[in-house]
Structures are given as C-alpha cells and as structure tokens.
C-alpha cells in the first residue's frame, strides 16, 4: 500500500470523529480556563478519546491536567501535542480549542494505519502554554514524558498559514518591592515608595531599549501599584516578559533588565525581589525536512502560504513547545483563520476561534499533521535518521 491509501485511511478515520471533535473545540472555547487549572477541558478531550475506543492515562508526571494516548504499537514514535489553556479575561484569543482538537484528530487519524507503518503515536495534553515559565510542556520532559519521542509535531492558529514562524525564547517573572508606608501628606519622609521603584526601573528599561538587539522583546505589567492616594506605597509588583532569538541572547538581556529593577531599589532604597524565569522557554528549532512535508500537505489541501521574508520576524511570538524542538525533531506551523485583520491575543481573535473558519482549520490541521506522520513513517532516510537522533539523545 502507497502513501495515498494510507493518507485516504486516515482521513474516512477521521471523518468518522469530525463532529465530536467540533464540538469539544467549540465546547472548549466557550469555557476557558487558565494554566494548570484546565480540568474541564482535561476531561472534555480525553472523553473524546475514551468514546474512540483508545486508552488514556490522565494526570501523569503528576500534572493533574495533563494526558497521554497512545494509538498503535510500533517502533516509530511519533507525538502530537494537544494545548488547552486559555488567556486571562480575554479567553481562547489564541485558539487552543483548535490546537487541542487538531492534534486529537491527528491521532485518531492514524489509529486505522498505525501498526501497518509500524508506529507509535502519543497524542499528549500539555497544559499551561500561557504562563512563560515552566510551562506544561517543560515539566512533562523533565519528568519523562517525551522520553521515546522521535518527532513531535502541533498546529497553531493565526492569520496566515507559515511553515516556520520564528518563535523567541522566553522568560517570564514576577517583580516585587517592598517600601514602607506612610502618610502621603502629613509624613512623606518616613515613607519608602514601592511605586517610585517600579518607576525608576521602567524608565530604565525604556533607556534600555537603544541598546538592545533586534528581535529582543522586554514587556510587561503592573500587578499591583499601592493601595490608596494618600498612602506611601509600601508595595508594589509587576510581571514582566523578556525574549530573544536564542537562549544565550536571552540571558544577556534578561540579565540588563534585572540590573534595571536592582536599579529601581537603589534609586527608592525599596528592597527587590524577583520570582520565577528559572524555567524559560526556547527559541523554536524547526526540523526543515519535517516543515516542508507539512506545507505539501497542507498545500493539498488548499492552504496557501504566502511569501513573507523578513516580514514576518516583527510578528515572533514564544512557546513552550521550542523546549521540545531543543531536544528532538519538532514543527509548529501556524494555520490560517479568517480573523478578520484581529490577531493573537486581541479580544476579537477569540471571535474568530470558533466557526466555520476556524472548523477548517481544526481539519486540516489534523490531516496535514496525520499525512505528516505517514510522510515520516514511510520515509526510510528521515525515519532512520530520526531514531539516530533519539539515541543520541537517550546516550546522553
């Protein structure tokens, strides 16, 4: 049997879960829920797949909202990495009910064929995409999870089709000082002021910026600015995003900007403490090989991807899933949706993360990432070259 029957498989397979995978995405959407606290989306997903007849292991690596399902039996291994988490007020303005569903759908795509190519294929829930700091997708490859991963594969939704997005790493942290309170008014000089360091250290990363690389990204928010007009605030926090091309660039400049907070509490005499960024993400490392079988695939399908150059670098974004790119071959292509000129992360994306579009994009991604995997499978180069790779990697 030729690549085209397995391919011709895989999609009756997946026609036959079509609807149940609709309506999880649509279900999903409509009840976001934020990092490590998915626990609806958790089990809408993996009774998606238990109706389907595959066994799921929920809560492993001892993430409550975190999941494995294998289909098939073979020495190839392939993973589709499913997101679910969803952004604070604004809800799925990143579309990962279409990322969750599509990679369901790659999986059970491949369940009809998967031991005729002798594969393995996890589909994995890796929550907490969001959060810029041990995000799911780390702690589930520190504690194993991806260990007998050949390939890792995941689609994600934007306003264009791209093979290879550039993704940044990434560190996120929360920022707090710590003054003394005082009447505003009446006894200004025995306050320390909190805010008056957030200051300081904000118009230092704003004078930072004439010396920082292209492509490096410092961004963040208050969290907390004092607690009333007429009182010195005693304290005061932020959380802030830093991101570069790659990690050692990300650590130069992580490192500036915590010089300019150190420089907010010398400035106000405010003591400084930083939490987190101990565990960032990395710059995306797209496998090539990997990325032009999907556009193929995707092309078949009636994807368009347009010429975009240099273009698109302004647009680069994070995920945790560079983590996963470090340590094995991995894509993460963005899928078009009609967002209508919105993109990720604006209230309007949201709208557009459910609907026709947006259904069209669940399927094709979960076909173009099922096509992908039988690309690989019946590749014998980059199929050997890719277990070479995983013994690599399990030597040292």
């Known amino acids: 049997m030729d690549r085209l029957d397995y391919k011709s498989r895989a999609r009756t397979a997946f026609d036959r879960f079509r609807d149940d995978l609709l309506r999880a995405s649509r279900e999903i959407h409509a009840h976001p829920e934020l990092a490590y606290e998915e626990t609806r989306a958790c089990d809408l997903l993996c009774g998606v797949l238990e109706r389907a007849g595959v066994q799921v292991e929920r809560g492993v690596a001892d993430i409550p909202t975190a999941f494995v399902a294998r289909v098939g039996t073979g020495r190839f291994h392939i993973a589709f990495c499913a997101e679910y988490d969803a952004l604070p007020d604004i809800g799925h303005a990143c579309g990962h009910n279409i990322i969750a569903t599509s990679s369901l759908g790659a999986g059970l795509a491949l369940a009809e064929v998967a031991d005729d190519l002798d594969l393995t294929v996890s589909i994995i829930g890796t929550p907490a995409e969001e959060i810029g700091d041990g995000g799911g997708k780390i702690l589930l490859l520190e504690r194993g999870v991806f260990d007998t991963v050949h390939t890792s594969m995941m689609v994600h939704p934007g306003p264009l089709d791209v093979t290879m997005p550039p993704m940044l790493a990434c560190a996120s942290f929360d920022v707090h000082y710590r003054g003394v309170e005082a009447h505003a008014s009446a006894f200004p000089q025995r306050g320390v002021n909190a805010a008056d360091a957030m200051t300081i250290a904000q118009t230092a990363i704003a004078l930072l910026r004439q010396q920082m690389r292209g492509g490096d990204r410092v961004h963040g928010i208050v969290t907390h600015g004092g607690e009333a007009a007429n ?166």
């Open 231 to 396: 009182v010195i605030p005693g304290h005061t926090s932020a959380r802030y995003i830093v991101r570069s091309k790659t990690f050692p660039h990300l650590e130069e400049i992580k490192a500036k900007v915590v010089r300019c907070f150190e420089a907010g509490a010398v400035g106000s005499g405010a003591e400084l403490e930083i939490r987190g960024g101990t565990r960032p993400y990395a710059h995306m490392q797209h496998a090539t090989e990997l990325a032009a079988l999907y556009q193929s695939n995707a092309e078949s399908l009636g994807r368009v991807f347009p010429e975009l150059g240099r273009a698109l670098e302004r647009g680069a974004a994070s995920t945790d899933m560079g983590n996963v790119s470090v340590q094995m071959p991995a894509i993460h292509p963005i899928i078009s949706i009609d967002a209508n000129r919105s993109v990720p992360h604006q209230p309007e994306f949201a709208q557009y993360c459910v609907g026709h579009s947006a259904d069209r994009a669940m399927a094709d991604g979960a076909l173009a990432l099922a096509w992908t995997a039988i690309d690989v499978a019946a590749d014998e180069g980059l199929r050997a070259e890719y277990e070479r790779q995983l013994t690599v990697r399990l030597d040292t």
